[in-house]
C-alpha cells in the first residue's frame, strides 16, 4: 500500500511565499514522476508542476505560475515540495500530490494521490 502525504499549506497574503511538502511511504520499487495539481472551487483538477525521475531533471510548469513556483525533489526520501512565491489570490485552491510510481517490479506503474492540502491567498 502506497501512502502520500502532504504539508505546508495555510493563509498567506498576496505576494508572500509556502512551500509544500509531499512524502510518499509504503510499497514503493521506483517512481517515475511526481507532481502538484490544484482544483479550486467549480474548476477542473489542473497540473501545476510535475518533476520526472530521469538521468537529467525534467520538470513542467503550468504557464501560470512558471517563474513563480519551483517544484524539487528528495529521491532518498521519496519526497517532493512546491515553493512558491509571489503569489496570487488566483492560486487559492486545494493542492494535491501525485505520484506515478511502481509498487514491486512486476507491477506496472499506477498513479496515487495524497488527500490534498488547502492553499488561500488573501488580504
Known amino acids: 500500500q502506497v501512502r502520500l502525504v502532504e504539508s505546508g499549506g495555510g493563509l498567506v497574503q498576496p505576494g508572500g511565499s509556502l512551500r509544500l511538502s509531499c512524502a510518499a511511504s509504503?510499497?514503493?520499487?521506483?517512481?517515475?514522476?511526481m507532481g502538484w495539481y490544484r482544483q479550486a472551487p467549480g474548476l477542473q483538477r489542473e497540473l501545476v508542476a510535475r518533476i520526472l525521475d530521469s538521468a537529467v531533471t525534467v520538470t513542467n510548469y503550468a504557464d501560470s505560475v512558471k517563474g513563480r513556483f519551483t517544484i524539487s525533489r528528495d529521491s532518498a526520501k521519496n519526497t517532493v515540495y512546491l515553493q512558491m512565491n509571489s503569489l496570487k489570490p488566483e492560486d487559492t485552491a486545494v493542492y494535491y500530490c501525485?505520484?506515478?510510481?511502481?509498487?514491486?517490479?512486476?507491477?506496472?506503474?499506477?498513479?496515487?494521490w495524497g488527500q490534498g492540502t488547502q492553499v488561500t491567498v488573501s488580504s
Open positions: 501525485n505520484a506515478d510510481l511502481k509498487s514491486s517490479w512486476l507491477d506496472s506503474s499506477a498513479a496515487y
Open positions: 509504503g510499497s514503493i520499487f521506483s517512481i517515475n514522476a
